[in-house]
């Protein structure tokens, strides 16, 4: 097992591991480590704990220091910074006429170089972009083109069930959702009830997939017959939270049908014994997907 101290960049963004050192760390507390991109001021989210080796990627870099109040006023300065930078890039980017949306930016700590995050519908020539704004920033310039998911990510908003993107605020890295997730949960197939801000299915179909995916495999399927303590019937609904499944029982001689709820434990029927195949997915729905 190997030691490590977890950290941030951005608020809700992706953990990265650091070797501990000498210090004891407290979460919240900032601390200045080296990055591929030079020294950088990051955010404590995990004090201590202890990882298998082999989910680390390469060996771990030490953390540097525990910020210092120095420190502190240099990350707040650059954070003041932020507003203006993208005030002055946008109004550039109307003056050279170019199609790209500006997102977000940052300065590195040490403030040798500004990055600036767009979103476009094609490649776009930036190069007299970044030589003007290189001569008024006096440092290096960096643009990056991001997908639809890292732009949400990056600008927040409030998802459908009325809450903050999770992408925003508790999703540090997105996982692969597809439509068969969706299926699992019960969920109605309508595009509108099951994407995000960013136009793709909702990251948090991935949440409780685990669950639903093992509850499938214990419930029959709708339309499936089964039997119950009242005799034979087809299943019209299940409830795989409260693991229940609704049947409809029809008595032929006074020709009449009732429905009743049962625990699934309570009924018999035949699993399936072949896997579910994939289903190709609906046209509507293609444009959801990743």
Not at 111 to 124: D, E, L, T
Not at 219 to 229: R, S
Not at 237 to 253: A, G, Y
């Amino acid at each position: 097992m190997a030691k490590i101290t977890g950290v941030t960049f951005k608020d809700g963004g992706k953990v990265y591991y650091f070797a501990p050192g000498k210090e004891r760390y407290k979460e919240g507390m900032g601390v200045i480590v080296e990055t591929a991109r030079g020294v950088e001021y990051a955010t404590v989210v995990i004090p201590f704990a202890e990882v298998p080796e082999e989910k680390l990627v390469s060996p771990l870099k030490p953390i540097m220091r525990i910020a210092t109040p120095k420190d502190r006023e240099t990350h707040r300065k650059n954070l003041e910074k932020k507003d203006g930078a993208l005030k002055i890039v946008a109004e550039k980017i109307e003056k050279h006429g170019l199609e790209m949306k500006l997102i977000d930016c940052e300065f590195t700590f040490d403030g040798a170089k500004a990055i600036f995050y767009y979103s476009a519908p094609q490649r776009v020539d930036f190069r007299e972009l970044v030589k003007e704004l290189s001569q008024v920033f006096k440092m290096r310039i960096e643009l990056r083109q991001v997908g639809i998911r890292d732009e949400i990510k990056m600008i927040g908003g409030l998802a459908p069930c009325g809450r903050e993107c999770c992408c925003a605020s508790c999703v540090p890295d997105f996982k692969k959702v597809s439509i068969k997730m969706a299926k699992n949960q019960g969920l109605s197939l309508n595009p509108g009830k099951i994407s995000g801000l960013c136009g793709r299915l909702m990251c948090c179909l991935a949440f409780e997939n685990d669950y639903y995916a093992d509850a499938c495999k214990k419930m029959p399927k709708i339309g499936a017959e089964v039997t119950t303590p009242e005799g034979k019937g087809t299943v019209v609904n299940v409830n795989m939270l409260k693991m229940e499944v609704r049947v409809r029982i029809d008595d032929r001689e006074k020709d009449i049908f009732t429905y009743h709820d049962y625990p699934v434990g309570a009924i018999k029927f035949k699993p399936s014994a072949k896997p579910e195949k994939e289903e190709e997915v609906p046209a509507d729905l293609k444009d959801i997907l990743d």
